[in-house]
């Protein structure tokens, strides 16, 4: 299963960015996705994730501000990203979980390729 990611780019504090990631290849099941992200010097770390059963978890930095969404039908997952900040600085990864070619495979997770969010003035 591979996962593109798109949105990414340069923009003012206080603006928003909608970041997508798209799922393709041989997909039986997707249990979760959800976003990553890395800034210089940092660890990856969890910005949102959603789960088939409809639960979200949000990192408390972005509580408020971004909001994940799903669209089952076209394995896509959407962050909406709004009043940004510098700190919000990184590399997005998007991330599926879960992942099944098909019922008897065992689950396993991708990655995408990051797609780079700057704010800055």
């Known amino acids: 299963v591979q996962l593109q990611a798109s949105g990414g780019g340069l923009v003012q504090p206080g603006g928003s960015l909608r970041l997508s990631c798209a799922a393709s290849?041989?997909?039986?099941?997707?249990?979760?996705m959800g976003w990553y992200r890395q800034a210089p010097g940092k660890q990856r770390e969890l910005v949102a994730r959603?789960?088939?059963?409809?639960?979200?978890k949000y990192a408390d930095a972005v509580m408020g501000r971004f909001t994940i969404s799903r669209d089952y039908a076209k394995n896509t997952v959407y962050l909406q990203m709004n009043s940004l900040k510098p700190e919000d600085t990184a590399v997005y990864y998007c991330?599926?979980?879960?992942?099944?070619?098909?019922?008897?495979?065992?689950?396993?997770?991708?990655w995408g390729q990051g797609t780079l969010v700057t704010v800055s003035s």
């Open positions: 991330n599926a979980y879960g992942v099944k070619t098909s019922w008897s495979d065992p689950s396993s997770t991708s």
């Open positions: 290849g041989t997909i039986f099941s997707i249990n979760g």
């Open positions: 959603t789960a088939r059963d409809g639960s979200t």
